[in-house]
Structures are given as structure tokens and as C-alpha cells.
């Protein structure tokens, strides 16, 4: 194992929790592995679910309504096409991004596109869903979309990261978070490594990607990992170390997510996430008479599940 130089900046954090994402079904045929967001990790504050999808037509997540959190998909294969009852309507391609924040409400599909020539296209990312804290539960739904040649990126000593949210280096990425949060997208050639500064309060988390890595410290727990698992930090430290020691030759990718933690109550009902029950009730009853935002969803449906002749 390669050694690993103690740096003059504070304290490592370490890798307090390790799970394995299992497939499990979801939507309307799509396979997902659920790290955050499942039994044994509710919730991880600020950061509701992680799910790293897969779909192949036909499938996918037709229609259904969000409120109180932001989604953040990124591709890493094929695309989808997200249609909402706005008339907002686009392809999230591969390597490219939607920060979607939900607010007050939003009723969407996102389903693989498709190419009309009866090819089969496996179509894989990661959706990420970020609480909203109180104050902006209920803003106007907005998205950012940035696409892949769009993403900011950065390579320095066989370590390529592709800046979703927050800096790296000095180079910072175009997206606002109203939830302070950082998002990095890293690819260490075997043998390097990365000690990267995470802002002492935030949780964080690792989820990998690709490959074979090791996180924290190399005399602790759960330090080792491979793809599809998540790992929680934990607290105490302000920057992760993270390297590459595998043997094999082949590159380890991971995304490093991390974000301040709200602090306030959540009640959740499927994809609705407020503060108590009665927002709660108040939003089930919104979303069945279509008010307060979902108006729009009175006369909609998408283009895609219409198309699978779904609804
Ligand atoms: C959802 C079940 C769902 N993970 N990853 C229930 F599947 C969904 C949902 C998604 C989703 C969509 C994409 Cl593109 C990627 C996902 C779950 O749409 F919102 C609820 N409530
Ligand atoms: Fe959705």
C-alpha cells in the first residue's frame, strides 16, 4: 500500500459507515441501487436519497409529482428525457446534469429517449434528492442544465475530478445551491491520491463508482471499497483522503458529496418532504385538486408514458 504523506491542514475524517447498494426495482421498470434513502440509512441531513439508476426502454419513471427538495441527475450513460407540466421539457445527455429544485411543486416524467431505430440503449446515473430547509420548501421550481462539455473539470497528478457543485482547486462550478453543498466528480489513475477539504460541519459522503479505492485512513474500519458502495463519514475532520492502490491497473472513480445539514424536522410522504404532518396533508391535498402549484397537472400528461400507453 502506498503511504500516506500527513499534510500540515487539519484533521482526516474516517469512513464510519459502509453499505452495499443491492438493486431493487423502482418506477416503472427501472433498477436502482438505494444507498441513502433506504431502511438503514433514513436519511443522511441534508441529503434524502442516492440512487444510482439504470433503465432500459420501456421503462422508466413516468409521471409523478415532487415537493419541498431539489433532484440532481447526472448521466454517466445514455440519457433521459424529462418532460414536466410546465412545458419544460429537454435530454439529459451523457456526462451532463439537471439541479432541478422542485419547491413548491413540480409533476414530471423521466424516461430513456428513444432513438426510434429499435436499438437498445442501457441508460445509468445518479439522482440525488436534497432537502430544502424550511425557508425554501415551497419557491418556485427552477432548474439548472448543464451539459457535459459544459461541466467544469480539473486534472492534476493522475487525479481528474469533474466539478458538479462547489470548487476544486480554484476552479468553481456555474451551479447554485440553495443548500450549501459540494458535489465532485473524481477519477484517480492507480496510484494517486487525493486530500480533499470538506467544511468541518458538513456531513459527507463517498459513493464509488468504478474500481477499487481506499478512503480515510488505512488502519481504520471500513477504509476499503469497491463499486457500489456508500460510504457515511464521519464528523471530526475537515478534508478525506482517498487513493488508489489497486494493483490492477485500473482507474478508481467516485463522487464525493457533501453538504450543511439543515437541522429541522422532516416528514416524508414517497416524494413529498416537509417539515411536519400537516404540510404534509396540506400537500397530498394539493397535489388530488391540483392547487397551490399544481394546477398545471390538471390537463397533463407526458409525451412518454402516453407514448407506452400508460396513463
Ligand atoms: C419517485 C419512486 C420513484 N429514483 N432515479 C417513487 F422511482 C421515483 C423516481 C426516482 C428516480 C428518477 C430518476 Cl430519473 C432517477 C430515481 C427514484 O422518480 F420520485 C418516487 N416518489
Ligand atoms: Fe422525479
Redesign the pocket.
Known amino acids: 500500500m502506498m503511504p500516506i504523506s500527513e499534510e500540515a491542514s487539519g484533521k482526516k475524517r474516517l469512513v464510519v459507515k459502509k453499505l452495499f447498494a443491492r438493486q431493487q426495482h ?2 416503472f421498470g ?1 433498477v ?1 441501487r438505494r444507498s441513502i434513502g433506504r431502511f438503514e440509512l433514513r436519511y443522511f441531513d441534508p441529503f434524502l ?1 442516492l ?1 444510482e ?1 439504470s433503465v432500459t426502454a420501456p421503462a422508466g ?1 413516468p409521471d ?1 409529482p ?1 415537493r419541498g427538495f431539489e433532484t440532481v ?1 447526472y448521466m454517466l450513460e445514455g440519457e ?1 428525457l424529462h418532460e414536466d407540466c410546465e412545458g419544460h421539457k429537454g435530454v439529459i445527455r451523457e456526462g451532463g446534469l439537471q439541479w432541478m429544485t422542485a419547491g413548491k411543486g413540480i409533476v414530471h416524467s ?1 424516461m430513456p429517449s428513444s432513438n426510434g431505430n429499435g436499438t437498445t440503449t442501457h441508460n445509468k ?1 445518479l ?1 440525488l434528492w436534497i432537502n430544502l430547509s424550511s425557508k425554501h420548501k415551497l419557491v418556485m421550481p427552477s432548474y439548472q442544465e448543464t451539459e457535459s462539455k459544459d461541466i467544469a473539470e480539473a486534472e492534476k497528478d493522475g487525479v481528474r475530478v469533474r466539478i458538479i457543485a462547489g470548487e476544486w482547486n480554484g476552479v468553481k462550478s456555474k451551479i447554485c445551491t440553495r443548500t450549501p453543498t459540494m458535489y465532485l466528480d473524481f477519477t484517480l489513475s492507480p496510484g494517486s491520491k487525493i486530500s480533499q477539504h470538506i467544511p468541518l460541519h458538513w456531513n459527507a459522503f463517498v459513493y464509488v463508482l468504478q474500481g477499487h479505492g481506499h478512503f480515510g485512513d488505512a488502519r481504520s474500519q471500513h477504509s476499503a471499497a469497491s463499486a457500489h458502495h456508500m460510504l457515511i463519514l464521519g464528523l471530526g475532520g475537515d478534508r478525506l483522503e482517498a487513493w488508489n492502490g489497486s494493483d490492477s491497473g485500473l482507474p478508481l472513480r467516485f463522487i464525493l458529496v457533501g453538504g450543511e445539514p439543515i437541522g429541522e424536522p422532516v416528514v416524508q410522504f ?2 413529498f418532504v416537509m417539515n411536519t404532518q400537516e404540510e404534509i396533508d396540506q400537500t397530498i391535498d394539493d397535489f388530488e385538486n391540483f392547487t397551490n402549484g399544481f394546477e398545471k397537472a390538471r390537463h397533463w400528461k407526458s409525451q412518454a408514458a402516453s407514448d407506452l400507453g400508460l396513463f
Do not use: R
Open positions: 423502482e418506477g427501472a436502482v436519497v440512487d439508476f419513471f409523478h415532487h441527475t433521459i423521466e446515473g439522482q414517497g416524494p
